[in-house]
């Protein structure tokens, strides 16, 4: 029970603190503003983020399964490093991001692919690979990322713009570098013989 709760709990607090800020948070904003209906964004995260995430827990699940072995482990060990460094680069949220516009679709419809599009490659995403790859449960990670997905967005899609203004980005940027770069050091000793 205890390695379930540590990768369900470590993938929403890493998610949870790397999403603020990030482009899919800003495109939650969008999505209100331009929708001005919570409840079917809300639901299009949440259906968004349980697919993706699922889908890279598991490619992560299965790649250090395949890819086993102690050059491995440094890999992981040295992504989730980067990962600490790369959320120190705020990001923003393109002009040329057509799927944060409204279209025929309606509010849950185009939340849903606009959020899967845009999580492609972002950093929730490729932390949610690097969790599956550290503890072997997609079940655990995905229930993990999507509630630390929730935790941050929710509140943006209902406060906007105000709940941004009030949270101080740099801070948050810097604390969750830092538990990004902590699980790294931790899992670089580990692999090491180190602890």
């Known amino acids: 029970m205890a390695p379930l709760f540590e990768a369900f709990s470590t993938s929403a607090a890493v998610v949870a603190l790397a999403e603020i800020g990030d482009k899919t948070q800003l495109l939650a904003i969008v999505l209100a503003t331009r929708f001005k209906r919570p409840v079917p964004i809300v639901l299009g995260i949440l259906a968004a983020t349980l697919v993706n995430h699922f889908l890279a827990a598991l490619v992560g699940m299965v790649a250090a399964d395949l890819l086993d072995g102690l050059w491995f ?69 995905t229930a993990g990322t999507t509630l630390g997905m929730m935790l941050a967005n929710v509140p943006a899609v209902f406060l906007g713009n105000a709940l941004i203004a009030r949270v101080p980005m740099n801070l948050v940027r810097m604390v969750a570098a830092a538990l990004f770069i902590v699980i790294g050091s931790w899992l670089l000793a580990q692999t090491a013989g180190l602890v």
């Open 73 to 141: 482990r440094y890999a992981i060990a040295g992504g989730f490093i980067a990962m600490g460094l790369w959320t120190l680069v705020p990001d923003k949220l393109d002009d040329e991001d057509d799927a944060a516009r409204p279209a025929r679709f309606g509010a849950f419809l185009t939340t849903v692919v606009a959020f899967f599009l845009v999580e492609m490659g972002d950093k929730t995403q490729v932390a949610t690979i690097a969790l599956g790859a550290r503890f072997h449960d997609a079940v655990a990670v």
